[in-house]
């Protein structure tokens, strides 16, 4: 588990992020599974999660904290607030999760800048990338890893 801490914490500063560090998924199914203090914040709306599908971990690891508002895509307003009351321990291990990457860095980004000391993103995020035929699920990210994860 250290050994991949340490290897997140070199991308982050390989990649001068204002966070932690970023891990891969695989990397972080292994740091949930190894660390039952860690926890996965998943960003993506609600929507997201009831129609294209959510990860598959132990439920008192899995949060969720929407970075963006559905339907409209605004800003969450109370996503700090949100973020401290189901986290209030600024030293957890957080792990940030969206659709490909983005929001999870955001999110990331937030916390850090608000007292968190080690949040990393998760790179790919659940879907990853669109391939050749604009799907997702395919290149990249939990899915593509064939991480566990529950479809809609």
């Not at 969450?76 to 999760?97: R, W």
């Not at 980004?109 to 998760?122: H, M, S, V, W």
């Amino acid at each position: 588990m250290n050994e991949i801490i340490s290897k997140a914490k070199q991308r982050g500063q390989e990649q001068n992020l204002p966070y932690a560090g970023a891990v891969t998924p695989e990397e972080a199914h292994l740091l949930l599974q190894a660390d039952s203090q860690i926890v996965l914040v998943d960003v993506r709306t609600n929507a997201e999660r009831d129609w294209v599908g959510r990860v598959n971990i132990n439920e008192e690891q899995h949060k969720t904290v929407q970075w963006s508002l559905y339907p409209g895509g605004t800003p969450n307003p109370d996503f700090m607030t949100q973020l401290q009351s189901v986290i209030a321990d600024q030293n957890t291990t957080i792990l940030f999760l969206c659709r490909s990457g983005v929001r999870s860095r955001h999110g990331a980004k937030l916390a850090t800048e608000n007292g968190y000391t080690a949040c990393f993103d998760i790179l790919q995020g659940f879907e990853g990338d669109k391939d050749a035929h604009g799907h997702r699920k395919t290149v990249g990210g939990w899915c593509s890893a064939d991480l566990p994860w529950l479809g809609a």
